[in-house]
């Protein structure tokens, strides 16, 4: 593997045919955004309005991308490059990642600035890229969230509110929309 100048790592093609690649990417977790979800999660769910199901509701801490075993239909593989984009295309927050529109290609150029379309790169035999993400994270049932709230009540914070990780000067998280879904998004920046 090479790391290109542009951040795009690349992979000779004689090198990792038959092989799959995996990589991992930690969310900038630390204790701090655990504390944080901890102490603004009933705040969330009521905003969501969720009642049921607390275990559904995950902390990302890593993300681990997959490529199915790459074997090609030719018995010698044609000689080209893989690149994979940099890791910063595909975490788009402190918690948060997205896979890019373009996650990967094959180029016959060792710069990758020139590009292979997926049947161009087909045609000449190189096997088509499909990736698998998986996702590691925390959660916590119910009766968890149920005793947090009652300890929170107990200290003298609401909590469905954010007051008492504002009185901790913890980052703040909020919800934003994609589509139809709703997602918790940590914000890096706590308030004063």
Known sequence: MYNMYHGWARFNSWEIFGRAICFDMRAAQSWRHRESWITQANHLFAQLCVTSEHSNYVLIRAVRFHSQTLSSLTPKPPRGYLF?????HIQTGPTSFSLPDSFSFWSLDPTGDSRLTEEQAGNLGFPEIKWR???YGN???ATSYEGLAAFHAAKGFD???QDLAIHLGL?????????KELLARGDSQSVE
Request: proline share 17%.
């Open 159 to 161: 909590p469905t509110s």
């Open 133 to 135: 993400l998986e996702y």
């Open 139 to 141: 959660y916590w049932d």
């Open 84 to 88: 994979l984009c940099p890791p910063n």
């Open 171 to 179: 980052p703040l998280f909020e919800l934003s929309s994609r589509g």
